[in-house]
């Protein structure tokens, strides 16, 4: 997720990944266990990346493809960066700006080499192949742990991925979004109408609509993940036709969020909190909680599980209840009733008594996408495949 070219075509790899990942089907409950069935490596206590023995400080590597404080993709993994660095025993090294050329590979190749890390985590879907791929077989005792559920049968036993499912925090903003609304209309600027963003703008619509049910929501596609001009475009133009509040999936929501400040229309944001932009108008968000992620990671670690010894999943997926995504603080324009409805929606998302994809569902074209009756838990693989937009979306999904 780059502000810069080199990130398109990687972006394309990662549904690819996604639906190419989704038949294992592995989900957020393999924290707790070991579900490998790869054979153990023959890394010793003395090799990079063998169980950490006593006190041994672990070392953790991150790389992002942009700036670390782009209000946006980088950003969240900066700040889950940051986040882990506070545990004992954890030291951390970062570098930013890092394009997805051979370039990763010597930030890796240094970091191993020279700050001495045995667990990387290269956050950008276009480090994965071949750049991480190569690295992980010159360095078979290091583990290298991609973003973007690309892993798949066959690769080096050293190669690990996560990624969350944003669904259900997306359901709670539009609920948000649909109480705090005076108009009745809601918009969404997105870069592409490919799996994930779909999936975000129905979760964000199919919350809305279940606290008005008329609600309607107009989506632009910029056709791009950062093109700042064609982002203020859209939150003008959207603000033009008497949208009062905006939702977002573009790399960096910072056009968005301050254009539409500009405009006086509020904001639900996207990647991490951006409450600073528009203190007034940002009403919350959904935000990765990496922090949590890579703390996971670096107890299992510490506690001597490896991707090669089969004590951590090669592939972990979650959402709101195994702390993968989280809402952005509520802000000042939240009302209190709002506030409450968003925990106790959160709350029964947690404990399995709601469901984002819940029949009958239509597209916005008056297909039965979902029938009544027919529930689909968050990791279901069959939602890698959603190819429409809910009903009440205003736009295309091609």
Same mark, same amino acid.
């Given at each position: 997720?780059s ?6 075509? =990687? &972006?394309?790899?990662v ?6 990942t ?7 409950r ?15 206590p003395?090799?990079p990346?063998?169980?950490?023995a006593?006190d041994?400080?672990? +070392?953790?590597?991150?790389?992002y ?10 950003q ?5 960066k ?7 025993? +954890? ?9 997805? !050329? ?8 240094s970091m191993?080499e020279q700050?001495? $890390? !045995?667990v ?7 480090y994965?192949? =071949?750049?991480i791929?190569k690295?992980?077989?010159d360095?078979?005792?290091?583990q290298?742990?991609?973003?973007? $559920?690309l892993?798949k049968?066959?690769?080096?036993n ?8 944003? *669904?259900?925090a997306q #359901? ?8 705090t ?7 969404f600027? @997105? @870069?592409?109408?490919?799996?994930p963003?779909?999936?975000?703008i ?14 309607t929501? &107009? ?8 093109l700042?001009?064609?982002e ?7 603000a033009?036709q008497g949208?009062?509040v ?6 960096s929501?910072?056009?968005?969020i301050?254009?539409a400040?500009?405009?006086g229309?509020f904001?639900s ?12 108008? #940002? ?7 990496w922090t949590? +992620?890579?703390?996971? #990671?670096a107890e ?10 089969g004590?951590?999943?090669h592939?972990?997926?979650?959402s709101l ?7 952005? =603080? #509520?802000?000042a $324009?939240?009302?209190?009733a709002?506030?409450k ?11 399995? *008594? ?13 297909? +039965?996408?979902?029938?009544?009756? !027919? @529930?689909?838990?968050i990791?279901?693989?069959?939602l ?5 937009? $809910?009903?009440?979306v ?5």
């Amino acid at each position: 997720m780059s502000i810069r070219r080199s990130l398109y075509l =990687p &972006r394309r790899q990662v549904i690819r990944g996604l639906l190419g990942t989704a038949a294992f089907g592995i989900s957020s409950r393999l924290w707790a266990g070991c579900s490998s069935n790869q054979s153990p490596s023959a890394s010793t206590p003395d090799s990079p990346g063998a169980s950490p023995a006593g006190d041994k400080e672990l +070392v953790m590597g991150f790389i992002y493809v942009g700036a670390k404080d782009d209000f946006g993709w980088n950003q969240s993994h900066a700040e889950g960066k940051e986040g882990v660095s506070k545990l004992a025993g +954890v030291k951390t090294v970062e570098q930013a700006n890092v394009p997805e !050329t051979t370039e990763v590979q010597e930030a890796m190749r240094s970091m191993i080499e020279q700050e001495g $890390a !045995t667990v990387l985590f290269p956050t950008s879907f276009g480090y994965f192949d =071949p750049h991480i791929v190569k690295m992980a077989k010159d360095y078979p005792n290091v583990q290298f742990f991609h973003c973007g $559920a690309l892993w798949k049968e066959g690769l080096p036993n050293n190669i690990g991925s996560y990624f969350g499912d944003v *669904d259900e925090a997306q #359901y709670v903003a539009g609920r948000i979004a649909a109480q705090t609304s005076k108009t009745g209309k809601l918009g969404f600027v @997105a @870069a592409k109408p490919i799996n994930p963003v779909l999936r975000n703008i129905n979760g964000f619509m199919l919350g809305a609509r279940s606290v008005k049910p008329e609600i309607t929501m &107009r989506v632009i596609f910029t056709g791009d993940w950062s093109l700042p001009v064609k982002e203020a475009e859209a939150t003008n133009s959207l603000a033009d036709q008497g949208i009062d509040v905006v939702g977002m999936h573009v790399d960096s929501p910072k056009v968005v969020i301050e254009t539409a400040q500009k405009r006086g229309i509020f904001t639900s944001g996207f990647h991490t909190v951006q409450s600073s932009l528009a203190p007034q108008l #940002y009403l919350t968000g959904t935000a990765w909680d990496w922090t949590s +992620v890579y703390s996971n #990671y670096a107890e299992m670690i510490k506690a001597g599980k490896t991707l090669m010894n089969g004590g951590i999943p090669h592939l972990i997926r979650g959402s709101l209840k195994e702390k993968f995504v989280k809402l952005a =603080p #509520y802000g000042a $324009a939240v009302a209190d009733a709002t506030k409450k409805d968003a925990d106790d929606t959160i709350a029964k998302f947690s404990s399995g *008594d709601l469901a984002v994809y819940k029949g009958a569902i239509e597209s916005n074209n008056g297909q +039965v996408k979902i029938p009544s009756g !027919t @529930a689909f838990k968050i990791t279901d693989p069959s939602l890698d495949k959603i190819d429409w937009l $809910a009903d009440g979306v205003v736009g295309s999904a091609t």
